[in-house]
Each structure stands twice: as C-alpha cells, then as structure tokens.
C-alpha cells in the first residue's frame, strides 16, 4: 500500500465529508466510511484533523473547481468589471455548487466557534476577498479602498449564498443579487 490508497482514502473521505459534513465526524467513522481502520487513517495522515482538512482542499480545489476558477477570471478579467462580477456570481452560485456551499458555510461556524482545526481550511477555501481587491486595484482603486470594497463584495455574496441555502429562492436571490451588484458598480464609479 502506498500513495495510490492514500488518495483512494482521501477520495472516499471527500466523498463522505460531502454528504455528511464535518460537524460529527469521528476517526472510528471515517474509517467505517472508507472500508480502513483508524491505524491505517493516521498511517497516511497523521491525525484525523490532517486528514478532513486534505479532503476539503479535494472537495475544494477538484470536486468544485469552478470556485478557484470563477475567482481567477475576475482577478485577470479584461472585460467590463460589471460583466465579470456578474458572471463570477453566475459560477460560484450556480446549482451545481450548493454542497460545496453547505460544506464551507458548515466548516465557516466550526471556525467562527473558535475551533482552531477549521482556520487554516477557511484560509485556503475562503480566500475569496484576494482576487477581488487585486481586481479592484487593476481598475484603479487605491489598495485599502481595493480591500474594503472587495470585504463588502464578498460579505454580500456570503450572505446572498447563505440565502439561498436557507430559501432555495434562486430567482429572488438573482434578482436582489443584481440589484445590489449594480449598485456596488455605480459606487465603485
């Protein structure tokens, strides 16, 4: 056994974390989940810390990848700021990702408790405001009005995210999406 049954186990972490979540999670379970054992999940990751914060960079960066990729278009976009924020928002809310929403929103309260064994996964997967205040900055704002706009940028779409989660109204929140967004565009001038 080597790295390819250490993938297949991440693999199978990923996919249970996805569809349970992370708030319950127990070694002895995750190990049930993938058809291993505890010794063998510490064997290949150390700790079962280690080894949900790997599956939700999988969950992240290969299952949802359309999050990386909708924030890095808008970073090096050259169209129109209001078309690329307005598709950004398309990519990330987009009825495909609503597990991937459920598990960052799940992991976000686990961090905002204080529990220390999210923080470092909330800096990886929750970096949303970098490539925004980059992208404000290449438009000509000043670099702390580049990040205090790209904080309220994002702030919004959380929000608007988590509502969606809770109403499953796709249609108003579009709507109050696109209405917000063109008023975040007219204030940024």
Known sequence: MGHGERERLLGLVAAHVLEHGV?????RGLAGATGSNNRMLLYYFGSKEALVGEALRVVGEERFPVFA??????ERG????????H???????AP??????????EVFGQAARG??????????IGDW?????????REGLPPAAARARATELVALWRGLQMTLLITGDRDAVDAVQRQALEAFCDRLG
């Open 78 to 85: 050259d169209g129109p700021l209001r078309e690329d924020l």
């Open 115 to 124: 529990d220390e064994r999210w923080a470092g996964v909330l800096g990886d």
């Open 129 to 137: 405001q970098r490539p925004a205040a980059a992208r404000f900055a």
């Open 23 to 27: 708030t319950s999670l127990t070694l």
């Open 96 to 105: 495909g990702n609503v597990p991937f929403l459920r598990l960052f929103f």
């Open 87 to 93: 598709r950004t928002w398309s990519a990330i809310a």
């Open 69 to 74: 990729t909708a924030w890095a278009a808008l």
